[in-house]
Structure formats: C-alpha cells, structure tokens
C-alpha cells in the first residue's frame, strides 16, 4: 500500500501556534535545523495524528506521576494558546494515489479540564479539502485508519513505521520474552497462543481443585468418617413401631423417620421433645382443671361494669315497658315544670303543651286542647298589648320631633296658633303646645289600660291552670334523680345488649350458681360486697390446680400435638411413651449409620474430584507443551524469513563491527535474541557501544518493515545522533537501495548530514526535499 504525506498543518501543539508545511518528496524528506525548534514535536504530531496517542509521554506519565495527583490540562497544548483555540493536527494522505484529508483536534476549554494524558482522546475529522472546516468526527475511528493504512495499524506504527530519538534502543533493552510479545503478532501465532492461554487458565482453575487446600480437606473428611464410625450407638432390644398421636401428624411419630442424627439426639435429650411430652401427660390433669378455671373466668367473670349490670337490670328487666314511661313521664313534667319557669316566653315562643306522657297524671277537667286554647288568648293578649306599647313609643318620638321642629319654626318665623298635624287653630300657641302635650298623656293611660287586662288574664291562667298542672306533676318530679337515670340506663338497653345479660344469666344457672338473693329490686344500687359474692360463688366451682405442674410449653404441646383434644392426651399412656424412646434409639442407631455412610461417600467423591483433578492437570500439562513445541518450530520457521534481511542490513549499518559483519537474531519459540556469534550465550545488548545499539535497532526495524510494512511510510528520528561516519554511509545507502519505494522522513541536527543525506538520493536519481525548522521558526515569526 502506497502512503504519502503530501501537507501538514499543526496549531496550538507544543512548540507550534501555527505551521504550515509541504513535503515535496515522495522519497526523502529531511527535517534539519538545532535542537529544540521542533522536529521532534513534528513526529508526535504524525504519531499523534495517525495513532491518537504519543507512546513515550504516556510512559512518561505512568513512571513519574502519581495517579492521585494528576492536574488538568494538557501538556502538548501551546503555552500562549487563547480560550477559543483548538489543538489541531491536520494533514493531506495519498493513499494508492488517492488524497485524504485527516485532521485530529481538540478545544483548549476541552483539554482544560481533561486530567492526565493516559486516557485523553482527541476525535479524528474527515475533511473535503486541506482547508476545509470540520463538520462531524469519525464515529468508528478504528476501523476507518484500519482501512487506509491496514489491519493494526497501531502496533505496526509503533514497531517499524517509527524509530523514536529517545528510545531507539527500547525493544533491545527489553526482557526478551518481552521482545516475543512485541512481536508475537507479526508471525501469526495469535491462534495458538490463545490456546496455549486457555490451557494455562484451565490447568490454574483445576489446580483449585487438587491444590493444598483440597487435600487438606479431604483428610478432613476421611477423619469426620472414622470418627462417626467410632460413635455408633448400640441399637438395644428391637421394638416394633406403633403410632401414637393419631390426632396429628408428628415427624418423631413416623414409621420411617428421615432426620439427620443430630435431630434424634434433641428428641432424645434430657429437655427433649419426648421428656416434655411424658411430662405434659403426667401433669395434664393439672392443666385440665386450668383450662376450665379459666373457662369460667371467661364466662362467668366479665368486666366488673357487666357484673353490676346484670344485677341491678335483670330482675326489673322483665317491666322495661313500664320503665320506659316513667322515664318518658318524667322528662315531658321536667320540660314544662321549667317552661312554666318563664311563663312570657313560654306564650310568646309557644313553648306551652300537655304531652301525651302526662295526660293521665292531670285532672280529668284539665284538657290538652282546653289548655291550648287558654294560651293561645293569652299570646293575643300579649301580641295586643305589645303592638300598643310599640306605637305608643313611636307616637312620643314623633311627637319630640315635632315639637322640636314647630318650636324651631316659631323661632325662625312669626308664631302661630295653627297646629301642624290637623290645622285646627288654638286661641294662643301656649294653648297649642298644652294640647299636644296632653295627647301625649292620653296615649300613657291607654297602653296601662291594656296592660292590666294581660295581667289579669296572666293571673287567672296561673290559678286555674298551671298551679294544678304543678300540684298535679308533684308526684311523679318527686323521684329520686339516681332511681330515674338508672331507669333511663335500662330503657336505653339494646336488643344486643339484653340478649347478652339473658345469656350471662343462664350461662350462671347453667353452672350451678343461684343469684336470686343478689339481684337488685327498684333499682337499688350494687355493692362491692355483692359483686364480691358473685365472684366468691363462681370460684368455689373452680377445681384444684397445682400451679409448680404447670409449664410454659403445655399451651404448645396441647395445641399442636393433641389439636386441644383430651381424649387424645388421655390415650396416651407411660408405657407408649417408653416404648416410643426405644424404638427412636434404634432409628437413631440407623440414623448414625446412615450418617456413616454419607460420611463415607462424601469421602469418596472428594476423593476421586482430586484425583481426577491430578490426572487431568498433568494431561493439560501435556497438551501445552505439544502446543508450545509447534509454535517453537513455526516461530523457528518465520524468523528465518527476516533473518538473512536483518544480518544483511546489520553488516551494511555495522560495517565497522570488529566481531564481524553482522548480528545473528535467534528465537527458541519462547524469547528473542540478538548474538554477535550463532548460539553465543550473552545478548548483543551486554557488548556494542550505545552507537551500535542505534545501528542494530536501525537494522532490526528497517528489516521488519521491509518484511512485514503494510504501507511505505517510515520515520526516524535523528537516526545518525551516535552513529559515526561510516555508519552513516552505511545507512544512507541502505536507505536508497532497499527502501527506494518508501517515503522516509527523517530528522537530523546537523546541517552536513542533511546536506549528504539529500546529495546520496540526488545521486541515486531521487528527489530528497529540505525542511529546516529553524527558518519555519523564523519565517513564522515574520508572519
């Protein structure tokens, strides 16, 4: 796959607020100029652009930086950048002849409050044109770079398409088994390393099972086995079964008794399920009689208030009827009695009525309707006489207002003799005013007038009407106020409430207890004493209780054994009880047994688990082996395929080695090595010179990516740093005979060897370009 970079475009990253350049050679371009005018900064911004990361500042940060201690903000941002710039990296790509335009970017606000470089992800931009604006990221970033520059594009960036400055020698300086997992990928192995993986998981988890611990175990169960062997119980003279509680079902009581040994002992112990039973039966005619003591405490001693009620009510209960009107009779006298109290108000409010209630307590002359025919002329009387009060009142205030105007009006004008309200005249206007003044009277004497005939007939209805009704109500208001509202309490019974005393009544004869001397006659009130010798007639029928039989789990066993059945406690007899220990000693003597023998198989299943699990992790042992053998032989295989390539470009680079003309790479299916001599015990690493190890990592990098590069874009970073001349050479000329496709961009600090490098490829008939940094600096800072 053939890959260009024709232009690029950083801003706002590193050194760079803003560059432009052209790479105008598709064969080599030289970034030269002095140290720290950013030819470094521009392959992170390749890395950075092509990979979304730089490696080396993510190392960076992971060997001096404390995770807790991370800062915002990025530190690939320009210094001077302004709150609404972007980090941007944008660059045209020819790929096979067709231009794509890329550009990864990221706003200042955005890296502001970004902490740490490990996870920060910058998103990549698919532009129409070099200066096109950017619309929408690539949503699927990894497989869009995977299709123009190839399957793991990433990793084969890092291992061939890039040498850096500072770690030229890192894959050397490596554990060569961490050499083998550099490049693991590149001989196709994945497969059988991902079974040789599984295998190594399987033989860890099957390990769990035939470990230390399991075998540990084990024994633990082989002397849990011996130890229940040892503890069988005798199982004594032999009892056949009989099922003794037929009421209920119990599990102790069953033909077949499946429960664990430790079940049988608690039924068998001495506070067990049998001993609390035999002595439930011994003592049940003690809680027999509780149970009917408290029986008749239920029954026959209810709340103290009902005790009162029903002897006090139930003798007169028999007359409620009478009660009621009594009761009836007492409040309809009470009411007129108090209405008679104020006799105006009774009239004029109507208050005044003989109710049905006290008809027959009144004289046979003294009628209901007569009665109401007295007060309803009454009421006339007072409705007359107040009407002429009323007038009277507002004839004298008339009457002060128009005196007071005919008197303001003589005032004001010349006196007159006529009066205002008829026009008669008067001889002089004394004489007027003399007249008015005796209407006035005259008004007074008729309303006295009317008074005293409503007084007189107030007087007569007093004698011949209220004063008999009163004499004749005497009697019936003459009761005692308690004797009343007890009537009242029973009047007011319900149906509810009396059908409960008729049964608490019987439910007393029925028990043979005789209260006739107790009840109340007339409503006389109970005293303690007889609520005392209620109580003291309803225990002397209680039966005798020995309260030190009785135990707190009788109320249980009666309940849930027996169903509250005596018949069924009283079946049960001592010798069942004994027999019923013995034959759950014998199933308990089975029992263990049958522990024993789950003791003994639970032994065996472990025992064959880690036996299997031995035999089935030295099997898997085996297995990994004959995979690990074939991937040594293929490994041994591929290697050769880059071998020759590397102790070919090794011998051009290292032509000045005194051990000979190049480095042998060895592999034995598990590591990496670089000898000086075939078979040599020690890395290459432990001899060269810092400068051969630039030289061998040149080598090694440039024979992978001729091998395996699935695109011609090669970087290197100031390759010639500590190579000297001769390697040099070397290295120019195997640049520009193995790599003549490739479009290498390579970075130098010296002016000579930029110039040499340009003047080898213009010799071989290839165009090399020239960027100095050092003008872009220059001509950036004009601009």
């Known amino acids: 796959m053939k890959v260009i970079i024709k232009r690029l475009e950083v801003r706002n990253f590193k050194?760079?607020?803003?560059?432009?350049?052209?790479?105008?050679?598709?064969?080599?371009?030289?970034?030269?100029?002095?140290?720290?005018?950013?030819?470094?900064?521009?392959?992170?911004?390749?890395?950075?652009?092509?990979?979304?990361?730089?490696?080396?500042?993510?190392?960076?940060?992971?060997?001096?930086?404390?995770?807790?201690?991370?800062?915002?903000?990025?530190?690939?941002?320009?210094?001077?950048?302004?709150?609404?710039?972007?980090?941007?990296?944008?660059?045209?790509?020819?790929?096979?002849?067709?231009?794509?335009?890329?550009?990864?970017?990221?706003?200042?606000?955005?890296?502001?409050?970004?902490?740490?470089?490990?996870?920060?992800?910058?998103?990549?931009?698919?532009?129409?044109?070099?200066?096109?604006?950017r619309v929408e990221a690539i949503s699927q970033e990894e497989t869009y770079l995977s299709t123009l520059l190839g399957e793991q594009y990433q990793r084969d960036f890092e291992l061939f398409h890039y040498v850096e400055q500072e770690e030229n020698t890192r894959l050397l300086k490596q554990k060569e088994k961490d050499r083998q997992g550099q490049i693991a990928h590149l001989f196709d192995i994945g497969e059988i390393q991902d079974k040789i993986n599984n295998i190594t998981q399987a033989s860890a988890k099957i390990g769990n099972l035939c470990n230390p611990q399991k075998k540990k175990e084990r024994k633990q169960l082989k002397d849990k086995w011996e130890?229940?062997?040892?503890?069988?119980?005798?199982?004594?003279?032999?009892?056949?079964?009989?099922?003794m509680i037929t009421v209920t079902d119990q599990p102790?009581?069953?033909?077949?008794?499946?429960?664990?040994?430790?079940?049988?002992?608690?039924?068998?112990?001495?506070?067990?399920?049998?001993?609390?039973?035999?002595?439930?039966?011994d003592n049940f005619e003690n809680y027999k009689n509780q149970l009917h003591n408290n029986k008749l405490v239920h029954k026959l001693l209810p709340r103290k208030e009902l005790q009162q009620r029903?002897?006090?009510?139930?003798?007169?209960?028999?007359?409620?009827?009478?009660?009621?009107?009594?009761?009836?009779?007492?409040?309809?006298?009470?009411?007129?009695?108090?209405?008679?109290?104020?006799?105006?108000k009774a009239i004029s409010e109507d208050l005044l009525s003989i109710t049905a209630p006290l008809v027959p307590l009144l004289p046979p002359h003294l009628t209901p309707e007569e009665f109401l025919l007295q007060v309803a002329e009454l009421k006339k009387q007072l409705t007359t006489a107040n009407k002429v009060q009323e007038c009277y009142a507002k004839l004298i205030q008339t009457r002060e207002q128009l005196v007071n105007a005919f008197r303001e009006h003589q005032s004001h004008c010349d006196s007159t003799n006529i009066c205002p309200t008829c026009g008669h005249p008067w001889p002089t206007v004394k004489t007027l005013?003399?007249?008015?003044?005796?209407?006035?009277?005259?008004?007074?004497?008729?309303?006295?007038?009317?008074?005293?005939?409503?007084?007189?007939?107030?007087?007569?209805?007093?004698?011949?009407?209220?004063?008999?009704?009163?004499?004749?109500l005497q009697p019936c208001l003459g009761q005692k106020r308690e004797i009343i509202e007890r009537k009242r309490q029973l009047a007011n019974l319900s149906e509810e409430q009396i059908q409960w005393l008729e049964n608490y009544y019987q439910q007393l004869h029925d028990a043979g207890i005789d209260i006739h001397n107790l009840l109340s006659d007339d409503f006389k009130l109970v005293t303690q004493q007889t609520i005392d010798e209620l109580e003291h007639q309803i225990r002397k029928r209680f039966k005798p209780v020995d309260d030190s039989r009785i135990f707190d789990d009788y109320?249980?066993?009666?309940?849930?054994?027996?169903?509250?059945?005596?018949?069924?406690?009283?079946?049960?007899?001592?010798?069942?009880?004994?027999?019923?220990?013995?034959?759950?000693?014998?199933?308990?003597a089975i029992a263990s047994s049958k522990f024993i023998l789950e003791c003994e198989l639970e032994y065996k299943k472990s025992d064959l688990l880690f036996k299997k699990a031995t035999s089935f992790k030295e099997h898997l042992h085996k297995l990994k082996r004959i995979y690990e053998n074939e991937k040594r032989l293929y490994l041994e295989s591929i290697v050769k395929e880059i071998e020759i390539l590397f102790h070919i470009y090794s011998g051009r680079l290292m032509q000045s080695y005194q051990q000979g003309l190049g480095i042998f790479i060895e592999n034995d299916g598990n590591s990496i090595a670089f000898n000086e001599v075939p078979g040599h015990g020690h890395d290459a690493v432990f001899s060269m010179s810092s400068g051969q190890l630039s030289a061998l990592v040149l080598s090694f990098t440039l024979a992978l990516n001729k091998r395996y590069a699935k695109h011609t874009l090669l970087l290197v970073d100031d390759p010639v740093q500590t190579l000297d001349e001769i390697n040099v050479?070397?290295?120019?000329?195997?640049?520009?005979?193995?790599?003549?496709?490739?479009?290498?961009?390579?970075?130098?600090?010296?002016?000579?060897?930029?110039?040499?490098?340009?003047y080898k490829y213009k010799k071989f008939g290839m165009y090399a370009s020239r960027i100095n940094f050092m003008e872009q600096s220059r001509l950036s800072f004009d601009t």
């Open 729 to 758: 050479a070397g290295f120019i000329e195997l640049l520009r005979t193995e790599f003549q496709d490739r479009q290498i961009i390579m970075s130098t600090h010296e002016d000579r060897m930029s110039a040499y490098f340009r």
């Open 310 to 344: 029903l002897l006090m009510f139930y003798r007169p209960l028999e007359h409620k009827e009478k009660w009621v009107a009594e009761v009836a009779c007492f409040d309809a006298a009470l009411e007129i009695s108090d209405t008679f109290k104020d006799i105006i």
């Open 227 to 243: 130890t229940a062997k040892q503890q069988l119980l005798p199982t004594g003279s032999s009892v056949t079964y009989e099922r």
């Open 15 to 133: 050194v760079f607020e803003r560059i432009e350049l052209t790479l105008e050679s598709d064969h080599l371009i030289v970034l030269d100029g002095p140290n720290g005018f950013g030819k470094s900064s521009f392959f992170d911004a390749m890395e950075l652009l092509l990979t979304g990361k730089i490696r080396r500042y993510i190392e960076l940060e992971e060997l001096t930086v404390d995770r807790r201690s991370l800062k915002t903000g990025c530190p690939w941002l320009f210094k001077q950048a302004k709150d609404n710039d972007w980090l941007s990296i944008r660059a045209e790509i020819v790929v096979d002849g067709q231009s794509h335009f890329l550009e990864r970017a990221a706003s200042k606000a955005a890296l502001d409050e970004h902490k740490g470089i490990a996870d920060l992800s910058l998103h990549l931009y698919e532009l129409a044109s070099f200066n096109a604006e």
């Open 252 to 281: 102790w009581d069953r033909d077949v008794v499946e429960f664990d040994v430790q079940q049988f002992e608690q039924w068998l112990s001495a506070d067990g399920e049998l001993f609390r039973l035999r002595r439930f039966t």
């Open 555 to 588: 109320e249980r066993i009666y309940r849930e054994i027996f169903k509250n059945d005596p018949q069924a406690v009283e079946r049960v007899t001592p010798q069942q009880l004994e027999f019923k220990k013995v034959y759950l000693g014998q199933q308990h």
């Open 433 to 472: 005013l003399e007249g008015i003044e005796s209407q006035s009277k005259s008004l007074e004497t008729l309303a006295d007038q009317q008074n005293n005939q409503f007084s007189q007939s107030l007087l007569s209805f007093r004698l011949n009407w209220q004063e008999p009704i009163e004499l004749a």
